[in-house]
C-alpha cells in the first residue's frame, strides 16, 4: 500500500507549548503580512494534552507575548499563586527554608498544563493550524542532499510478529519546507537528529530526572487555594538531588509530585517507592487525609540547563521546547521558556519561508530572554554534584553574591554511568502502601488510563538482549525493575534461569528506561499513535 503524502510549509512534531506556541505564531505573522504559510501539527497522544504533564506553576511571560488576551478569550488559567513554601525535610519532622528568589510566584497560576495544551490547540485551530492528535511521528524524511524534508507516521496494524493484520494502514508522508521538532524531553526522533547531525557536539550530555505526578481531590478543610509547597531532603539520602511539589489548584485540587535527579547512584533506588513514602511524612499525610486520586503518570524532565542545549539548527528546521532542553531547573519551570522557544523559532522560520535562508533559530534565541534566564541559573543544578548541602552552599553564593554572572560553567555528567554495581550499594527497603496514601504502581497505571494495542511491534526494545542478565540482572540487580514508575520491567524466573519480561502495555512514555540504563540497551521508540496514557487534566 503506498504511503499518503500532504506538503506543508511548516511540519511541527508535538502538541505541547513550544509546538503550539510556534503554530500560533507562524499563523499570526503569515495574516500580518499577508502571506499564507500552510501549517500542520503531528501528536502522538489520543488527543492534544492526553501526554502532557507537569507539575504545573506557570509563568505567564511568553503567554502575555503570544496572546496578550489570554483572560479574554477563556484561557483555563485560574488560580494565582498566592503563598510560596520552602521545606527541609527529615524523617519525622518539616523546617521552614527560605524561598529562593527564582522559587517566588508572585504573578505566576497553577495550572493543568495539559487543559492549556487543549486550549491552545483551539486558538491554532481557529487560526488555520491543521493538527492530527493520534498520529506518531515514527520516520524522519530526507531528500537527496540529506535535508529534512519532513516526517512519516507509524504503520498502524501491524501485529507482534511485525506482519500487517487486516487492520493495516500505511504511515502518512508529510512534507514541508522547514520541520520543527517539539516533541518533548528525550524526543525519539530529535535523538536520530542528535546522531545524524552531531547537534550535541560540543556541548554538555543532556541530565535527566523522573518527575512522578499525582492529583487528588482534597477534603474541604484540607485545602488552601493557592499555596505552593516545596520540598528537599526526606526520604532521599543527601547525595541524591530531587524533591517534591504540591500545588493547590481551584476548586478543590492538589496536585503532588515527586522529582528524583537519573544520575543517582544507588540502583535500588525507585523513584516510585520515594515518592509513596513521601507522601506519609507528618508534614505532608495530613493533606490527603479524606482526599481521593484522580490521576496519576510520571515523565522524564531535562535538567542539564544552558550548557546541554543542543545545537538548534539542522538543514530543513530546528530543535525546540523541552527537546531541546530549556527547563529552568532553580525556577522549576519550562512552559515559559519552551513555549518562547517555539514563537522564536517561528519568528526565524517566517523569515526563512520569504528567502532568508541564512537566518539561524539558535542565534535569535542567543539574543531572547530565554538565553539570559538561563545562563544566569547555569551553575546551580551542576552544583549539587558536592551532595545536598554543598549544592544548596553554592546555590546561596551564586544566586545572592555573584547573581548568576560567575565567570566559570560547571558541567554534566553521563545520567547512565553513574549508577553502582549492586556489590557496592546498600538495599533499600520500602514500606508497603496502605492503599490510602501510598499506592502500588498497577494501580496507579490504571487511573493513567494507559492503553496500547496489544497486537503490535513491541515500542521497547534491546538492542542486545543477553544484556539484560549478563549485564543488568548480574552487575545491578535489573535496576529497570525499580527506575521505571509502571510495572513494565519484571526478572521472571523461567524455570531455566531468570529473563527479563517486558510489559510495554504498562507503559507511560516517561523515558527513563531510554535515559537510565546502564547499557543504553533499552530503546525507547513511538508505538501505534493514540497509544499510551490518557490524561485529562496533568
Not at 485551530?125 to 524522519?140: M, T
Not at 504511515?171 to 524531553?185: D, I, K, Q
Not at 494501580?443 to 534491546?462: A, F, G, K, W
Request: aromatic fraction near 10%; hydrophobic fraction near 35%; charge should be negative.
Amino acid at each position: 500500500m503506498q504511503r499518503e503524502r500532504m506538503e506543508y510549509d511548516v511540519v511541527i512534531v508535538g502538541a505541547g507549548p513550544s509546538g503550539l506556541g510556534a503554530a500560533i505564531r507562524l499563523k499570526q505573522l503569515a495574516a500580518a503580512s499577508g502571506r499564507e504559510v500552510s501549517v500542520c501539527v503531528v501528536e502522538k497522544g489520543s488527543e492534544v494534552g492526553a501526554h502532557i504533564l507537569s507539575g504545573a506553576v506557570l509563568e505567564p511571560r511568553a503567554l502575555d507575548e503570544l496572546l496578550p488576551d489570554w483572560r479574554e478569550r477563556g484561557a483555563p488559567i485560574k488560580t494565582p499563586a498566592s503563598e510560596d513554601r520552602f521545606l527541609f525535610l527529615t524523617q519525622n519532622r518539616a523546617l521552614s527554608l527560605p524561598t529562593p528568589p527564582q522559587m517566588k510566584n508572585e504573578g505566576n497560576y497553577i495550572i493543568s498544563l495539559g487543559d492549556l495544551c487543549r486550549w491552545l490547540a483551539r486558538e491554532a485551530e481557529a487560526l488555520g493550524v491543521e493538527i492530527y492528535p493520534g498520529f506518531a511521528a515514527a520516520e524522519i524524511l530526507y531528500d537527496e542532499e540529506g535535508r529534512v524534508k519532513g516526517v512519516a507516521t507509524g504503520e498502524m496494524g501491524r501485529g507482534k510478529d511485525g506482519e500487517p493484520t487486516e487492520r493495516y494502514q500505511p504511515g502518512v508522508e508529510l512534507y514541508a519546507v522547514e520541520t520543527l521538532f517539539a516533541e518533548g524531553c528525550r524526543g525519539s526522533l530529535t535523538k536520530r537528529l542528535n546522531h545524524r547531525f552531531h547537534l550535541s557536539e560540543g556541548r554538555d550530555p543532556q541530565t535527566y530526572a523522573i518527575g512522578i505526578k499525582e492529583l487528588w481531590e482534597a477534603a474541604p478543610d484540607r485545602h488552601r487555594e493557592g499555596l505552593v509547597i516545596h520540598t528537599i531532603g526526606w526520604p532521599l539520602d543527601a547525595g541524591t538531588y530531587g524533591g517534591s511539589f504540591l500545588y493547590h489548584l481551584g476548586p478543590r485540587f492538589i496536585a503532588v509530585g515527586f522529582v528524583v535527579a537519573l544520575d543517582y547512584k544507588n540502583p535500588y533506588l525507585s523513584p516510585f517507592e520515594e515518592f509513596q513514602r513521601f507522601k506519609t511524612h507528618p508534614a505532608i499525610r495530613p493533606f490527603f487525609e479524606g482526599a481521593r486520586r484522580i490521576s496519576y503518570g510520571a515523565r522524564a524532565l531535562n535538567e542539564g540547563g544552558l550548557q546541554s542545549i543542543p545545537r538548534l539548527d539542522f538543514p530543513g528546521g530546528a530543535v525546540i521546547g523541552c527537546a531541546a532542553g530549556f527547563l529552568n531547573v532553580a525556577k522549576i519551570k519550562g512552559s515559559h521558556t519552551a513555549m518562547k522557544s517555539g514563537m522564536v523559532a517561528a519568528e526565524v522560520i517566517f523569515r526563512r519561508l520569504g528567502g532568508e535562508r541564512e537566518a539561524e533559530v539558535e542565534s535569535a534565541l542567543r539574543e531572547s530572554w530565554v538565553w539570559q534566564e538561563l545562563r544566569a541559573v547555569r551553575n546551580i543544578r551542576p552544583s549539587f554534584r558536592w551532595g545536598l548541602w554543598g549544592g544548596l552552599a553554592y546555590s546561596a553564593l551564586d544566586t545572592y553574591l555573584l547573581r548568576g554572572a560567575a565567570p566559570w560553567t560547571f558541567h554534566h555528567h553521563r545520567d547512565h554511568e553513574q549508577l553502582l554495581e549492586k556489590r557496592a550499594a546498600r538495599p533499600i527497603s520500602y514500606p508497603k502502601p496502605d492503599g490510602r496514601i501510598a499506592f502500588d504502581r498497577l494501580s496507579s497505571v490504571y487511573i493513567s488510563n494507559t492503553n496500547h494495542e496489544e497486537d503490535q511491534p513491541p515500542h521497547l526494545r534491546l538492542r542486545d538482549p543477553r544484556k539484560a542478565i549478563e549485564v543488568n540482572y548480574r552487575l545491578y540487580d535489573s535496576p529497570e525493575q525499580r527506575y521505571c514508575p509502571a510495572g513494565v520491567y519484571e526478572i521472571v524466573d523461567g524455570g531455566e534461569g531468570p529473563y527479563l519480561q517486558i510489559n510495554a502495555p504498562n507503559c507511560v512514555h516517561c523515558k527513563t528506561c531510554d535515559i537510565k540504563d546502564p547499557e543504553q540497551n533499552i530503546e525507547w521508540v513511538v508505538p501505534e499513535g493514540g497509544g499510551g496514557p490518557n490524561y485529562p487534566n496533568m
